[in-house]
């Protein structure tokens, strides 16, 4: 009985042993799990960081790109809106020329004071200021004596001088 308890005893001691170093063995790898985890942290933690680094880098050439359109387009709009305004400013300028009679100088002799002056635009330049004969004045039947009329190379108004 004696010898059994002691051989239970025994055994029992060998089992607490063995425990003892099973439990050790799980320490140590607990630490090292501890230690893997650590490491995956560290990696999930660099992949995030990389993920939202990589989101930022397409958000930005999404950016750039989204502008670049856009400015484009705005280009695109305002080159319209020129040639629109271009436009405008043509018809403008002819539908200016007519009703104060710009555009019908152009067939039509008007009168002026000042053969230096064209009437119809300003210009004073004399060397844009051609002086012509007039076949629709005839100041003389024999000999035949036209009158004269001066030609704007500005605007090309035709004009009579009625006092000079
Ligand atoms: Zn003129």
Redesign the pocket.
Known sequence: MVDKKSQTLKENEKTIEELKIENDLLKNQLVQKEHEKEILETKIDELIREIAQNREIILEQEKTQIKETSSKKKAEIQGKKVKKAKKKEDSKVTEEFKPDGRIAAKDKIVEGTSRRK?P????SNTHLIREVTDKSIIILDYPKVYGKKFV?G????NWRVVND
């Open positions: 064209c119809i635009c300003g210009n704007c500005e605007c090309g108004a």
